[in-house]
């Protein structure tokens, strides 16, 4: 994806245009080392980020209008990188390899770096969890073998609102886990399965079509767009 799309790609899913530059880097390393070193996240202010990256206050605003809207851009950044290593979907894929591979790479990932995302939903709430959300959903509805059972679901709502639906549920839980979890790395193939199951039952399926997404998986159903995921213009479609 060149650089012109990219950012058409990002304005139109809503995604935040970072402009390119030097400062970029120290600014996104700067906050996301603060976060990780279990800095207070309300205590973290442009000043402080400022001095660690070694840039200047005006430079600061020329990329980001506040301390949150850096945050978002980080965690972006990272959850990119991560998104990155889920492994592609192959036609065949069983809803148990799609599962496990999305949601093994995903929520290691999350654990890993619990107190990061953590400190990011809560200095920015609204945006992070919808990057994860909108994530989760599109891949339930262009690469698994649920997809095409929520597209078939009747009722006054449309495909895309009942995976983003499912994706909010699925999002939530992750993040009460990590939240309330005292080792959550070694909680990760129990939580792949909870979701697994989860996002089955919740999703209208019967017991014949679970059975069958279980076993086999039909041709992934293929939708206009999908989000970008990062401030260099990076997307989850690279990854399938």
């Not at 990329?63 to 990188?81: C, H, I, N, S, T």
């Not at 969890?129 to 929520?150: E, M, N, Q, V, W």
Request: proline share 8%.
């Amino acid at each position: 994806m060149d650089e012109q799309s990219s950012t058409e790609h990002r304005e139109h899913q809503g995604q935040p245009d970072v402009p390119p530059g030097r400062s970029l880097a120290p600014l996104l390393g700067a906050v996301t080392a603060m976060l990780d070193e279990d800095t207070d996240p309300t205590a973290l202010n442009v000043a402080d980020i400022s001095r660690r990256a070694g840039v200047s206050r005006p430079t600061f605003y020329k990329y980001f209008k506040d301390v949150p809207a850096l945050v978002r851009a980080a965690a972006l950044q990272r959850m990119e990188a991560t998104f990155e290593r889920v492994p592609p979907v192959e036609l065949g894929d069983t809803w148990t390899i799609f599962a496990r591979d999305t949601f093994q790479t995903l929520l290691t990932d999350l654990a890993e770096h619990r107190r990061f995302y953590l400190s990011a939903i809560a200095l920015n709430p609204t945006d992070v969890t919808s990057d994860f959300i909108r994530y989760i959903s599109h891949r339930l509805l262009a690469y698994s073998s649920l997809g095409p059972i929520i597209h078939r679901r009747k009722g006054p709502d449309t495909a895309t609102q009942r995976a983003e639906f499912l994706a909010a549920g699925t999002v939530w839980l992750v993040q009460q886990w990590l939240a309330s979890s005292a080792d959550p790395l070694s909680e990760v193939a129990d939580m792949v399965e909870r979701l697994s199951a989860l996002l089955l039952s919740s999703s209208g399926a019967t017991e014949q079509e679970i059975a069958a997404v279980r076993s086999a998986s039909p041709v992934p159903t293929t939708i206009a767009t999908h989000p970008s995921t990062t401030p260099a213009g990076a997307s989850p479609e690279r990854n399938a």
